[in-house]
């Protein structure tokens, strides 16, 4: 489900070759298909059409304003962290009835600032957080709602640092707590308790933990007291894409899967995606700039990072990495494989390794699968600027993010 292809050896996104946008914008570059993001976001919603769920566009993937614009547009609400999400969305004029404020770590301000825009719901994630909400709602003079993000404890089966719901990790509140709250909601004069919320991980590629997320879910409801406030049942995200050979389920099966529970269960469904439809409809275009050799080892040096783009070196995680032109130069061929490496002064510094790749100095490389955590998590690490971002529709490019100047790196700073 991705409008990059390739046509007669050579990579195009949707009508454009990748090739003519890294001369034209330069590189490292961020390429975007407009077509890939929304026909992800309506497969899913056409996946899950029978129970209408509120589907919250997870910021943090990529918060690029226009990618964010296209979706609401589109008829999605989005899912926030931090003040600086809240402040996007309001740039684009996304209904603050379609905001879900998520983070374990909400400061006082930002509640401050969330509650009296009128978002639709915070997801609470302990005791002292909903305290902190009710103090501030009655200042304000404001009833909110929240969801408890409850921490089922189940195993997600990826990566350990994007798995969310198990006991030890940072996230949610234990049935026990949750139970608690809920069993005493007449404390809170503000606040009104109307959901559970639960994210369980990161690129998950099968229905299995959701599934018995969501049975540990309706055994929790089940034995809570009846007369609650609770409307709302928001499943969060982490849905797995195609990085290398993963076979993830698709929306249409992940709704197959779980559409059953979710109508046992009664409630009103909330989605949060990211990595689904953003992931695939981005690519990171680099150069190459040098083919190294040293003692066994070959190296293509090209000029992205691991600034620009972090996810190789924090999560070992694997991307598919292909010339923009695959009409290889006989002369360069060999049988060393060589790893990807970039100019940061760090030895994680890699965006692949042991690639069969052969490629002349100059010639363009994709890294493929960098629609998400792509930007969103890149860095000026080494004074390096961060890259521009391209969004393509059909024949026409969009360059929706400038790549920063010398200037834009210190014109926070002052010298004493």
Known sequence: MDYFKFKNNILYCEGIQVKKLAKKYGTPLFVYSQKTILEHFFKLSEAFSQIKPLICYSVKANSNLSILKLLVRAGAGLDIVSGGELYRAKQINCPFEKIVYASVGKTEEEIKKAVREGIFMFNVESRSELERIEKIAKKIGKRVQVSLRLNPDVESKTHKYITTGRKETKFGVDKKTAKEIISNTKRYKNVIIAGIHLHIGSQITESSPFVSALLKTKKFLDGIPKNNDLQFLNIGGGLGIVYNQEKPQTAKMFAKNIVPLLKAIGLKIILEPGRFIAGNAGILVTKVLYNKESYDKRFIVVDAAMNDFIRP????????????????????????????????????????????????????????????????????????????????????????????????????????
Not at 332 to 343: E, M, S
Not at 372 to 399: H, I, T
């Open 313 to 416: 070196s924090l999560y070992d995680a694997y991307h598919k990495i292909m010339p923009l032109d695959k009409r290889t130069n006989k002369s360069l061929r060999t049988k060393k494989l060589a790893d990807i490496v970039g100019p940061v002064c760090e030895s994680g510094d890699f965006l692949g390794k042991k690639r069969k790749i052969t490629i002349s100095e100059g010639g363009y490389l994709a890294v493929f699968g960098a629609g998400a955590y792509g930007v969103s998590m890149s860095s000026n690490y080494n004074s390096r600027r961060r890259a521009p971002e391209v969004l393509v529709k059909g024949k026409r490019s969009y360059q929706i993010r400038k790549r920063e100047s010398y200037q834009d790196l210190i014109k926070q700073e002052r010298v004493i």
